[in-house]
């Protein structure tokens, strides 16, 4: 029996959370951990529930994903970040790969890919 990959989500807009969560409860081998709407629920959850995968939003209220991914490298660095934002200007995406996250999606990628994704960073 293989090992469920632990996720945690964040990302502030409830539709995406839920559609996420819908998604991935799908995969026999994905199981969500937890939700956050921000970077500080998602810093709580990663530091409680130990996800061996965070996927994350890169707008949400107080603590942004920039600032999240900078926290979650320097307490966590063992935990893959995989970003999925409509933010697509090449800035966005440079400045998070330099910060350390493992992947980056468009929110209007397929949604098999969402999966594909995680799976290829946690093989890295």
Same mark, same amino acid.
């Given at each position: 029996?293989?090992? $469920?990959?632990? !996720? =945690?989500?964040? %990302?502030?807009?409830?539709?995406? @959370?839920? +559609?996420?969560?819908?998604?991935?409860?799908?995969?026999?081998?994905?199981?969500?951990?937890?939700?956050?709407?921000?970077?500080?629920?998602?810093?709580?959850?990663?530091?409680?529930? $130990?996800?061996? !995968? =965070?996927?994350? %939003?890169?707008?949400?209220?107080? @603590?942004? +994903?920039?600032?999240?991914?900078?926290?979650?490298?320097?307490?966590?660095?063992?935990?893959?970040?995989?970003?999925?934002s409509m933010i697509e200007k090449e800035e966005a995406i440079?400045?998070?790969?330099?910060?350390?996250?493992k992947g980056y999606l468009s929110k209007d990628v397929e949604?098999?890919?969402?999966?594909?994704?995680?799976?290829?960073?946690?093989?890295?």
């Open positions: 029996m293989c090992t $469920k990959i632990k !996720v =945690v989500l964040a %990302d502030d807009h409830l539709l995406v @959370m839920e +559609g996420f969560r819908d998604l991935l409860s799908k995969a026999p081998n994905i199981e969500v951990v937890g939700e956050a709407a921000d970077g500080e629920q998602a810093v709580f959850l990663a530091s409680n529930r $130990k996800p061996d !995968v =965070v996927v994350m %939003d890169i707008n949400m209220p107080g @603590m942004d +994903g920039y600032e999240t991914v900078i926290w979650l490298k320097r307490n966590y660095p063992q935990v893959p970040v995989l970003v999925v440079v400045r998070m790969l330099k910060l350390g996250v949604p098999a890919e969402l999966k594909q994704a995680m799976e290829a960073i946690l093989k890295k």
